[in-house]
């Protein structure tokens, strides 16, 4: 029971972050460069275009989410298991999000990279 | 992508990585934390290796926010995963922690697939613009044209 509930809190961090990393990329694109923007407009315009990002706050919403999720994931499951589980799986999970609702071109090369740093970060606690 | 460019994601690496050996560091000092006592969570800010890892950290999130604003997500996550590998470096030398064959395995699949990543282009996609965004950014592009 006990690790159904850790793989549980596994899915929501990988759920949350996931949420989270489309929000603010997509964010940031709408603010545009920031090298840009910083030499044309001023540091302050960068900072001040960013908080006032809707899509900038609901991903930092995720991110907390996500964060409070792995702080009870790690109460109920090994730190050894539910960090890199949950980092490897949103490694995978991002490609495929960011394929369906950022409609980044994730070409052959990009899904190896993907599933080579998720393996890479599954076995680096094993 | 421009030199500077690439120090923006040598930015996002080496201040990740830095910030969580520096709070792993001060951490250690604090002990074992339940969670009956979070007052005492809040006084370990006040530890110098806690304070210098969060600030790496807010330096991290601004690198990282910096990256995505001209770079794809499925290309910034994977190129700098390399901070995975300087912390299992950092993790050996500096904090003498024991790194197995198994972790070295995973350092090799990870900088392979950063390799998978890089010589691809970083941007394949145009930013998305809606129309209430479109006469928020107007200025920035014709400050380009400029």
Known sequence: MKQLYTWGAVAAIVLASTIGDVLLSRAMKQVGDVGELWRSHGLLAVVGRT?????????????????YSLLIGLSWGDVSLVAPASASLTFVATAVAAKIF????VDPHRWMAALLVAGGVALLAA | MTFRKYLVLAAVTVFGATGDSLLSRGMKDAGNISLHQLPDLILTIL??????????????????MTALSWADLTYVLPATSLGYVLLALIAKFLLHEQVTTTRWLGIILISVGVGFVTRGPALTHDPPVTPSENCDREPVSMRAEL
Do not use: S
């Open chain 1, 51 to 67: 908080l006032h990002n809707v899509n900038f706050v609901l991903g930092i919403l995720a991110m907390t989410v996500a964060f």
């Open chain 1, 102 to 105: 950022l409609h980044e071109r």
């Open chain 2, 47 to 64: 530890n110098p290796w806690v304070l210098a890892g969060i600030l790496f950290l807010l330096g991290f999130f601004a690198a990282y």
